[in-house]
């Protein structure tokens, strides 16, 4: 499999990646402290802090981390050291994988030099569950690779199945703190039980989903038990959109709501129409009454469920032409600083803003492909269905159709079209590109024993290995 002897010199290049990616991980805490922070950051920011209900606008995960991160560091800074921390160490690890399966110093360092391309940096320090989402998959990938790497030396049951739990937490938490991450998370768990066994059976593959299942079901139990976080009707926002941007203002006046809502969506469909905005009504358009969608959630459901079945043609349309734009005119590729706010909250480093700015938004004018969603959904499906036969054939495929099934889900229930939202895709994509010109390095990988050729369990091997 391309492995390599432990040598010293080979130690000290493992070494030498790991100050690199410290180096690395202080230098961008020190770029984006305290936390380059959005409108939305900071709205979550408050509800960490307490001063604000907490809410299930956005997945309220975050907000009770960083409420944490807060309560023992008392620093909001601590959440972008977690990000950067948790970065880095997935590409230090990842680089690892590498060094040891291919032998290649290039490609070590190409894999841990990936966090510092623009369309990756960009959004590193960026409090937002997009971001939180991605890095956790990333950290599910270094899990997985550990794994490939070490299934011809096979470790202890323990081991495996500690290395499998630790990988389910990450995908757990992706999906929890930004829930279409489910459409990414489902390939990177397939990958993770994959790269653990090489031929699971029914029995392995029950009590890794189990797993999957339970490190997802009793956290979001808790919070909503324990936190009880606000509920805000947020996925009425989505209906909102079709409503006033499939039907025809004389559609609207005759809808049969009640007599202020629908006064609400036919002036906000004139006002969506006045502004050019081709989404996000409930932000751009819409007049908002003070318990925002709550109110109004079951009778825009209701109005929903009852036009777009009249009008499937019209919504598949304009689902469409919302889409493209996410593909071809993908907007805000960096996002600068701190938004303004009364919390007194400012960047700590301007020069080294500035500095971040002028990388970004300098290679968006020079490469402006790289954050395109057209280009990572193509990379992606290349991916998904060209893999080399190398080691690393099965994580290239995984990180292919993670990234496709990301993009394409979000067709139905994009409220924008921003790079965020394509952020995890270039991110498996990039990697998944390196791992493909890598395979040349490795040989392919030796099948399983078939499942009758030896029924002693050993130390090491699950009983039902063979693929029952």
């Known amino acids: 499999?391309?492995?390599?002897?432990?040598?010293?010199?080979?130690?000290?290049?493992l070494w030498g990646l790991a100050v690199a990616a410290a180096v690395c991980c202080l230098g961008t805490i020190l770029v984006f402290a305290p936390g380059y922070l959005s409108p939305d950051s900071l709205d979550q920011l408050r509800q960490?802090?307490?001063?604000?209900?907490?809410?299930?606008?956005?997945?309220?995960?975050?907000?009770?981390?960083?409420?944490?991160?807060?309560?023992?560091?008392?620093?909001?800074?601590?959440?972008?050291?977690?990000?950067?921390?948790?970065?880095?160490?997935a590409l230090w690890v990842l680089a690892w994988c590498v060094w040891e399966l291919t032998a290649s110093r290039t490609g070590s360092l190409a894999v841990l030099g990936l966090g510092a391309a623009p369309f990756v940096l960009t959004f590193v320090g960026v409090v937002w569950k997009d971001v939180h989402a991605a890095f956790a998959?990333?950290?599910?990938?270094?899990?997985?690779?550990?794994?490939?790497?070490?299934?011809?030396?096979?470790?202890?049951?323990?081991?495996?199945?500690?290395?499998?739990?630790?990988?389910v937490l990450f995908l757990a938490y992706a999906m929890l703190v930004r829930k279409n991450?489910?459409?990414a998370a489902l390939p990177v768990f397939v990958m993770l039980v994959l790269a653990l066994w090489r031929a699971p059976g029914r029995r392995t593959w029950a009590a890794c989903t189990a797993a999957l299942v339970t490190a997802l079901v009793v956290p979001a139990v808790a919070i909503s038990l324990f936190a009880r976080p606000l509920q805000t009707k947020q996925?009425?926002?989505?209906?909102?959109?079709?409503?006033?941007?499939?039907?025809?203002?004389?559609?609207?006046?005759?809808?049969?709501?009640?007599?202020?809502?629908?006064?609400?969506?036919?002036a906000a469909a004139g006002e969506c129409r006045r502004v050019g905005a081709l989404s996000d009504a409930y932000w751009a358009c819409y007049e908002r009454p003070a318990?925002?969608?709550?109110?109004?959630?079951?009778?825009?459901?209701?109005?929903?469920?009852r036009e777009m079945s009249g009008h499937?043609?019209?919504?598949?349309?304009?689902?469409l032409r919302l889409f493209t734009t996410l593909l071809f005119e993908t907007d805000d590729p960096y996002k600068a600083g701190v938004s303004r706010n009364d919390l007194g909250i400012e960047v700590a480093h301007p020069r080294l803003e500035d500095m971040l700015g002028t990388y970004v938004n300098g290679m968006v004018t020079d490469v402006r492909w790289l954050f395109r969603g057209w280009f990572w959904l193509a990379i992606a499906l290349v991916l998904a269905i060209r893999p080399r036969k190398g080691e690393f054939s099965m994580p290239v495929r995984a990180l292919g159709v993670s990234s496709a099934a990301y993009i394409l889900g979000y067709l139905p229930i994009m409220p924008a079209t921003d790079f965020r939202y394509v952020y995890w895709p270039a991110i498996a994509c990039a990697l998944g590109l390196l791992l493909l010109r890598l395979d040349r390095h490795t040989t392919p990988p030796r099948p399983a024993p078939p499942a009758t050729a030896d029924r002693t369990v050993t130390g090491h091997q699950p009983t039902d290995a063979g693929g029952q």
């Open 181 to 183: 991450a489910f459409f």
């Open 291 to 305: 318990d925002g969608l709550r109110g109004d959630s079951e009778e825009i459901a209701s109005l929903w469920l």
């Open 1 to 13: 499999m391309g492995q390599m002897p432990w040598v010293p010199r080979a130690q000290r290049w």
């Open 48 to 89: 960490a802090e307490g001063k604000t209900p907490l809410t299930d606008w956005h997945p309220p995960v975050l907000s009770l981390v960083w409420r944490a991160l807060i309560a023992v560091t008392g620093s909001i800074a601590s959440m972008v050291v977690l990000q950067a921390v948790l970065f880095w160490a």
């Open 137 to 167: 998959l990333l950290a599910a990938c270094a899990v997985a690779l550990t794994g490939l790497r070490l299934r011809d030396r096979p470790p202890r049951p323990a081991v495996r199945w500690g290395l499998l739990w630790l990988g």
């Open 235 to 266: 996925g009425a926002q989505i209906m909102l959109d079709d409503l006033v941007h499939v039907l025809k203002v004389e559609e609207l006046r005759s809808a049969d709501v009640s007599p202020d809502l629908r006064d609400r969506l036919v």
């Open 312 to 319: 499937v043609s019209d919504y598949l349309q304009y689902r």
